[in-house]
């Protein structure tokens, strides 16, 4: 006899209301688009219902079924199914729950299990095969009592571990609130921008100095982890970082920004590298941990270039008078405000540039406003405007 694992009633209920308020979202924005955003406003009606199907679907159409041979996956748009002697164990992976499989099978993939009724089942099914996480558990378990680098007995490197664990947590959450500083309320600014450039690079120096001990790898649920990451220390003031960056200049030159990011990635490549290239540290790198310092790297070496070469830019601005041809503002909780200015000087096109809303109410098309450029502390041109 088959067994059925469908979308639990709470979340279809979760799933309908959320299906309906989006629905109504894409009519209200259509209904009430002014002239100038009538375009952005359908476009964003459009992806909301979009949205809407897509949820709707999967209500419908999720289900895991358990046959006498298989287990079959159904997805929104897919099925998947796979032989239950091919199975070779199991693991979860923040609520989605995985199968591997024996080659040259596929592993099966099942996402948000937690949302489907009687997940106990499903996961009382699952425990008749290999915990894999549990297995890389108990290896990682006996390597650290193993690693006389970490301490002199078992015991002893039980304690280290626990402490670098808390420690851990106070770099993790210190790395969150540093980026909720940065993206939300950045007083004082120039404090606030210097703390987020400088703290991953602590958190860097951190972990070279516990590299025994200390990953960048937070993939491992359920069991959990044997070694304490530091990956929330180390990305969220990176990821504020480049948000700052998207928002807060324009450059007149994206194309320059390549070589002097090019340059911090690099030594903190090289860095990594170096800090990787211990013995102890091999055997608890993967590809989670390659992946989350390659993000960084990117991330961090970007805004770090734009924000070093733009906040810190003391020359004098080159200033530029120019007209406003236009102007335009979107709606709704997060309203943005835009003028576009002709072409003068370093802006050799019409351009549309966001301002703040006093600027906007003040900026009304045909009045003459300021282009300051500055050459940018990295050479890499820049501009803002002033009254």
């Known amino acids: 006899m088959n067994e059925e694992y469908t979308l639990s009633r709470r979340w279809k209920v979760f799933t309908y209301i959320f299906v309906i ?10 209904v009430l688009a002014k002239p100038a955003d009538s375009v952005h406003h359908i476009a964003v009606a459009v992806v909301c219902w979009l949205l809407a199907a897509y949820s709707l679907r999967f209500s419908i159409r999720k289900k895991v079924i358990i046959t006498s041979t298989h287990i079959i996956n159904q997805g929104t748009f897919t099925r998947s199914q796979l032989l239950k002697s091919d199975i070779e164990g199991y693991k979860i992976e923040k609520q989605n729950l995985i199968f591997e499989a024996k080659p040259p099978a596929k592993r099966l993939y099942i996402s948000s299990c937690h949302t489907l009724d009687n997940y106990g089942g499903l996961l009382e099914f699952a425990r008749k095969f290999k915990d894999i996480y549990a297995k890389q558990y108990q290896n990682e378990l006996d390597t ?43 007083f004082p600014y120039r404090c606030a921008i210097l703390t987020g450039l400088i703290y991953p690079l602590l958190v860097i120096g951190l972990f070279y100095a516990k590299r025994h001990i200390l990953t960048f790898n937070s993939t491992i649920s359920g069991e959990g982890h044997v070694y304490p990451n530091l990956t929330y220390g180390l990305i969220a003031p990176a990821c504020a970082l480049a948000l700052k ?20 990635g690099t030594v903190l490549f090289s860095l990594f590298a170096f800090i990787l290239n ?54 709704g909780k997060g309203a943005t405000h835009y003028v576009t200015i002709d072409k003068c000087g370093p802006l050799l096109q019409p351009t549309e540039v966001t301002v703040g809303e006093s600027f906007y109410q003040q900026a009304s098309p045909g009045k003459t406003i300021n282009v300051n450029a500055q050459p940018g502390l990295l050479h890499i041109p820049w501009f803002y405007l002033s009254q």
């Not at 960056?245 to 911090?264: C, G, K, Q, R, T």
């Not at 120019?322 to 102007?327: A, I, S």
């Open 245 to 264: 960056a998207m928002f807060s200049w324009d450059l007149l030159s994206y194309i320059a920004v390549i070589w002097p990011a090019l340059v911090i």
């Open 144 to 186: 650290m009592l193993h690693d006389e680098a970490i301490g002199s007995t078992p015991k002893e490197r039980k304690q280290n571990v626990a402490v670098a664990k808390r420690l851990c947590n106070y770099v993790n959450y210190t790395g969150i609130a540093i980026a909720i500083w940065v993206v939300v309320y950045p």
């Open 21 to 30: 308020a989006v629905t109504a979202g894409g009519v209200y924005l259509c």
């Open 278 to 331: 211990d013995a102890n540290i091999k055997t608890r790198s993967n590809e989670f941990t390659r992946v989350h310092i390659g993000f960084f790297i990117f991330v961090y070496s970007c805004a770090a270039t734009i924000i070093i070469n733009c906040e810190f830019d003391n020359a004098a601005p080159q200033v530029y008078k120019t007209t406003v041809t236009d102007r335009r503002y979107t709606t």
